[in-house]
């Protein structure tokens, strides 16, 4: 296997793959009727479309997906905010690759750097406290985006930046955490969902213990599954045998990485850190309760309370439907854009510019 | 975004390991990690950071798990 990872080989075994699908069409003819499962994370997204699970799906076994791409989600908003930190040439705005051609209202950062606004990207947070160590002159304002996962990771970076004293570090922060937007499409009448294939990363953070309430409160099987195509088909087959039995529990098929109570260091350090706050989602509006902000104790690092920022009234593309993928209501093909005008190169939303996004994975791969 | 790589820890010094994949070494912290971690031990990797240990012997399960679903199959 020359290196890679152990067991991937295994995980991406033609064979099993293949015969798992022979299970899951066996098991899916026992279905009464047809049923929808939704990936909710957009590595999820990818993988689907890249190993084709799709195809090897009856019929009457759907994958819708979900809102799990922390780029995606993002409202325009967030965006001409963080392309307003740009216009101050004391500042150093650092991102996530990302980041970087999600379009705003009416520029995006890429074009802004092009225009010689000093944008950097980092691979890790702990590289924007560095960048705001050798650049005392200059502010260093770190684009905070991602869900439970990526939180920790910034809040580390903010501790990191207190313990070296640093008063030029700040974070225009905009997390959003995981169960809530799935209850909200839980509750969706036209969605229909039978089950969800929750977020394998996230989970790794909040544990399998965290859908408890999901999957009590609306009676919807939860299965947190990897992401190489055995995982994904196992994972599949899992929501199938629950739906068979009537049955509505969470199950763990990443077991290899997700426990039932994630990792509490992490929460401790997202905790310290962090507070529950109302955040506006692209496509499903606020959401209470769903996102992040940074606490009092920590407003110093806050680039909301530390900045005075003149942002427009946000204008999005009418013709964009990002928010409806992200509901899982069109898949990229039923988006007049795609693939069109809306392009990896040129892209009108969101979607179509993370890697994670359904439109990128729907164009990569799936065409 | 939320990309996670499965990642070998080749070194370690404090809380900063070298971890590798497909012959790509990179620098990651373990902080967020709430179990020891040594040389030889596989985590995955986020942003920079060690968020999970990955459990080898869940890994083998899970694998029994799916080829027992093979072995219906010859049978059927």
Redesign the interface.
């Known amino acids: 296997m020359?290196?890679?990872?152990?067991?991937?080989d295994?995980?991406r075994d033609r064979?099993?793959v293949q015969?798992?699908a022979?299970?899951i069409r066996r098991m899916a003819e026992r279905l009464p009727a047809p049923v929808n499962f939704m990936e909710v994370?957009?590595?999820h997204t990818m993988s689907i479309y890249q190993y084709g699970i799709r195809s090897l799906l009856p019929e009457n076994v759907r994958l819708v997906s979900g809102p799990?791409?922390?780029?995606c989600v993002t409202p325009i908003g967030y965006v001409d905010k963080a392309l307003a930190c740009t216009a101050d040439p004391g500042n150093i705005v650092a991102t996530?690759g990302?980041m970087l051609r999600v379009p705003g209202s009416h520029s995006s950062l890429m074009e802004e750097r092009a225009g010689g606004a000093d944008i950097r990207i980092v691979?890790?947070?702990?590289?924007a406290v560095s960048l705001a160590k050798i650049n005392p002159d200059r502010r260093v304002i770190f684009l905070g985006?991602?869900?439970e996962?990526?939180a920790?990771?910034i809040a580390?970076s903010i501790l990191e930046a207190a313990r070296l004293g640093l008063k030029n570090y700040c974070v225009l922060a905009s997390h959003k955490t995981m169960p809530v937007p799935m209850e909200i499409l839980t509750g969706d009448p036209d969605l229909n969902l039978k089950g969800y294939l929750c977020?394998?990363?996230?989970s790794?953070?909040i544990g399998g213990a965290a859908y408890r309430p999901l999957a009590e409160k609306y009676h919807i099987p939860c299965v947190v599954t990897g992401f190489e195509p055995?995982?994904v088909m196992?994972g599949i087959?899992m929501l199938l045998a629950q739906a068979l039995r009537g049955e509505s529990r969470v199950e763990i098929?990443y077991?290899?990485?997700?426990s039932w109570e994630g990792?509490?260091?992490?929460q401790a350090?997202l905790h310290q850190l962090f507070e529950p706050c109302d955040a506006v989602w692209r496509g499903l509006g606020v959401l209470p309760g769903s996102g992040l902000a940074i606490r009092a104790e920590y407003a110093e690092f806050d680039a909301e309370r530390v900045l005075t920022l003149d942002v427009p009234e946000a204008v999005e593309n009418p013709a964009c439907l990002c928010g409806e993928v992200l509901k899982g209501k069109l898949t990229p093909f039923g988006c007049p854009l795609f693939a069109t005008v809306c392009t990896p190169e040129t892209p009108v939303g969101a979607c179509m510019v993370?890697?994670?996004g359904t439109c990128a994975a729907a164009y990569k791969y799936g065409r | 975004?939320?990309?996670?790589v499965?990642?070998?820890i080749v070194s370690k010094d404090g809380d900063t390991v070298v971890a590798?994949?497909?012959?790509v070494q990179k620098e990651a912290?373990v902080?967020?990690?709430?179990e020891e971690v040594g040389i030889g031990d596989?985590v995955?990797v986020?942003?920079?950071?060690a968020?999970?240990k990955?459990?080898?012997e869940?890994?083998?399960?899970?694998?029994r798990?799916?080829?027992e679903?093979?072995a219906?199959?010859d049978m059927a």
């Not at chain 1, 077991?255 to 997700?258: C, D, H, L, N, P």
């Not at chain 2, 975004?1 to 996670?4: A, D, E, I, R, V």
């Not at chain 2, 986020?46 to 950071?49: D, V």
Request: with cysteine.
């Open positions: 020359k290196g890679g990872m152990k067991f991937q295994e995980f064979d099993l015969n798992m022979v299970n994370c957009g590595t799990g791409c922390p780029v996530f990302d691979y890790s947070p702990l590289d985006v991602g869900f996962t990526t920790p990771t580390a977020p394998a990363h996230v790794t953070v055995a995982d196992q087959e098929q077991s290899r990485a997700v990792n509490p260091k992490a350090i993370s890697s994670e | 975004m939320c990309l996670g499965p990642m070998k590798e994949v497909d012959g912290n902080m967020l990690l709430g596989y995955i986020h942003a920079g950071f968020i999970s990955l459990d080898e869940y890994a083998r399960e899970t694998i798990l799916m080829r679903v093979f219906e199959e």
